[in-house]
């Protein structure tokens, strides 16, 4: 789905090159890229998915980041989880950054009243508060809006701490 709308879509990679091709069937709209690169740059799906939504006339917000201070951010860190899906986020250089099972980290950029926009994508994660004003879950929206799937993860702990490290100059 592209904003809400049925797509079908295929992609691949192989040797330096890349491909990327979507359908939206009801609009008759036809999106394919092309990409001749050893790396997985530009990303094609966030592109593709970006100009099949402007053809469709359900163009994608402009992502507008509000500044929100690394104190602020701490309210957000801690374990979020549901079955296989655990979410771990924490504050890293005034940043707020989101750490999926066994992947590599991602800044997620504040949008305000509790909105995020994650990394350099369309996905977005929507914070959940308790009547104390406690962060108690949160919200993946994957295609960046309310109109696709989502993930629900509630809060099932506080951030692991991590070790102190120092060098050994001996």
Same mark, same amino acid.
């Given at each position: ?36 690169? @050893? ?5 094609? +799906? #966030? ?7 402007? &053809? $469709? !006339? ?55 009243? @509790? ?5 350099? +994508? #369309? ?7 308790? &009547? $104390? !004003? ?37």
């Amino acid at each position: 789905r592209i904003r809400g709308m049925p797509a079908l879509q295929h992609d691949g990679d192989i040797n330096g090159f890349g491909t990327w091709l979507v359908y939206l069937p009801a609009q008759r709209i036809t999106v394919a890229l092309l990409r001749n690169s @050893d790396h997985n740059t530009p990303n094609l +799906d #966030l592109i593709g998915r970006r100009m099949g939504a402007f &053809a $469709a !006339g359900k163009s994608y917000p402009a992502v507008v980041p509000v500044a929100v201070s690394a104190a602020d951010l701490k309210a957000y860190e801690g374990v979020y989880s549901q079955g296989a899906v655990t979410r771990t986020l924490r504050v890293t250089d005034g940043k707020l950054v989101s750490q999926r099972s066994g992947g590599s980290t991602v800044v997620l950029t504040p949008l305000g009243q @509790d909105r995020f926009v994650v990394g350099n +994508d #369309l996905a977005q994660i929507q914070f959940q508060r308790n &009547a $104390a !004003g406690q962060a108690m879950g949160q919200v993946f929206y994957p295609d960046g809006d309310d109109q696709g799937p989502a993930e629900p993860l509630p809060r099932t702990g506080d951030v692991p701490q991590r070790p102190d490290m120092a060098l050994d100059a001996t």
